[in-house]
């Protein structure tokens, strides 16, 4: 029996195997990644908050500084 024909099926058998494998690792990176995102979004929401709360604040310390002008010292 001659056993040239295994030497393509054993390549493919390799082949199939080192697919999956890398397969498995993008699968892996790509949950990752999307938890990553799900946080990211999370924290979008969070810093409109303070992004919104900082606006606020600048704009009552203006209004102040309007209504109460800071004069300079006397000599």
């Known amino acids: 029996m ?3 024909w295994t030497v393509p099926v054993v390549a493919a058998a390799v082949g199939t195997g080192l697919a999956a494998a ?3 690792a993008l699968e892996d ?6 938890i990553e995102l799900r946080r990211l979004a999370e924290l979008r ?3 409109a908050g303070v ?3 900082l606006r606020e604040t ?5 209004e102040l500084s309007r209504r109460h002008p800071v004069s300079a010292p006397a000599p």
């Open 2 to 4: 001659n056993l040239l």
């Open 22 to 24: 890398r397969a498995r």
């Open 29 to 34: 990176a790509t949950v990752d990644l999307a």
């Open 45 to 47: 929401h969070r810093l």
């Open 51 to 53: 992004t919104a709360g």
């Open 58 to 62: 600048r704009e009552r310390a203006a």
